[in-house]
């Protein structure tokens, strides 16, 4: 009898660790990454731009260029910068705009992809999608993995409090995520990636449950290596339904109706997973994701990112136009204006203000 597998696209070499930077020489001479040694390395003018010096004598093939934000422009810019130089790899060395500049570009060319975070924001570092901003407001893009990730929990340290926190936003509202795609199921008849949907639930309730903080190596190992996995887990499923849904369709809403006054994302989607919980009936769980949310100094209510109430009902009312196709809770209540005001305001009662 035939054994059948799958192949499961993933990354070649995941490091995580404190000091890890200092083997990035290493995991590029690889010769599934580069053989030849002739690198262009996309940095940020901030985090990015910072580390060049420590790491450009243990990299002397390498070409570094300064991406100037996380733009389609820019990413379509570098792409067209790097195509000439007979690159064997394409590293990001930056926060998310850059990895997901990095990642368009690389795609764009055909190179592979090296992803070295400075921060944890969100589960981009290993996904396969580059969200980027364009002229109709913020697009996401089809590339392959990384094949490479390299995360020092040293720099991570240093990184801004808020952008790893908001990582731990996205992480745990793979939870929410994972409901939704069990409802579409049940309602719908929508197929389930068994594996996909385990690797990100994990994922999720990981970060979810872990006592410790972002001051603690440990918590921040555990919270990577989440990111990493949700990434493999939407590869797994060729799409990003086993960490996108209702969290994140009210996150896009966010980013659509107020484009100038969105906060981070994991920050909107940890919220949106919150009140997605109680939306389903999950109260219990609601209340316990709103409680970790705020330990982590993350927010629970739309008037803790600048929004006020109001703000909020009209942001849950247009999430479900954001992802067309896609069956969540939102899609399956079908609330009006007033009954997105009642839940909302039995929600806040329920969480505390």
């Known amino acids: ?19 890890a930077l200092d083997d990035l020489a290493c995991v590029l001479a690889d010769e599934r990454i580069s053989h030849s040694g002739k690198l262009a390395v996309a940095v940020s003018n ?14 002397p093939g390498a070409s570094w260029y300064e991406v100037g934000g996380g733009t389609l422009d820019d990413a379509v810019r570098l792409a067209s910068d790097i195509k000439a130089g007979h690159y064997d ?18 795609a764009r060319v055909g190179l592979p992809l090296v992803a070295v975070p400075t921060n944890l924001a969100h589960d981009g570092l290993c996904s396969p999608v580059a969200t980027l901003d364009n002229d109709a407001g913020r697009g996401s893009y089809g590339v392959p993995n990384p094949i490479a990730v390299v995360i020092d929990l040293d720099v991570i340290h240093e990184a801004p409090a808020r952008f790893v926190r908001a990582g731990i936003g996205d992480a745990i509202s793979n939870v929410s995520a994972i409901a ?24 999720g309730e990981a970060v979810l449950r872990h006592p410790g903080g972002i001051g ?32 994140h369709e009210i996150n896009h809403a ?54 006020t109430d109001d703000e909020f009902v009209r942001v849950v009312e247009f999430a479900p136009q ?4 896609r069956y969540t809770i939102l899609e399956h209540l079908d609330l009006t204006t007033d009954q997105i005001k009642d839940i909302y305001a039995d929600y806040v009662k329920a969480i505390g203000s």
């Open 89 to 106: 790899a394409v590293v990001g060395l930056g926060g998310g705009k850059i990895i997901d500049c990095a990642k368009f570009a690389a």
């Open 322 to 325: 954001t992802r067309p196709g």
């Open 46 to 59: 901030g985090s990015g731009a910072r580390l060049k010096e420590r790491l450009a004598p243990a990299l």
């Open 180 to 203: 939704d795609w069990e409802l579409a199921h049940r309602v719908t008849g929508e197929k389930i990636d068994g594996l996909a949907a385990a690797i990100a639930r994990q994922a």
């Open 254 to 307: 966010f980013d659509l109706l107020f484009p100038k006054r969105a906060a981070a994302h994991g920050e909107q989607c940890g919220l949106g997973a919150a009140f997605a919980m109680y939306l389903r009936g999950a109260h219990e769980e609601s209340a316990f994701m709103a409680e970790v949310l705020r330990r982590h100094g993350l927010p629970v209510l739309p008037r803790e990112i600048g929004f």
């Open 216 to 247: 603690d190596t440990d918590f921040l190992q555990v919270l990577a290596e989440a990111l990493v996995l949700s990434g493999i887990a939407m590869s797994v499923s060729g799409d990003s339904r086993p960490s996108s849904g209702a969290c």
């Open 1 to 19: 009898m035939p054994v059948l597998t799958r192949l499961i696209p993933s990354p070649v070499v995941v490091d995580i660790r404190p000091g």
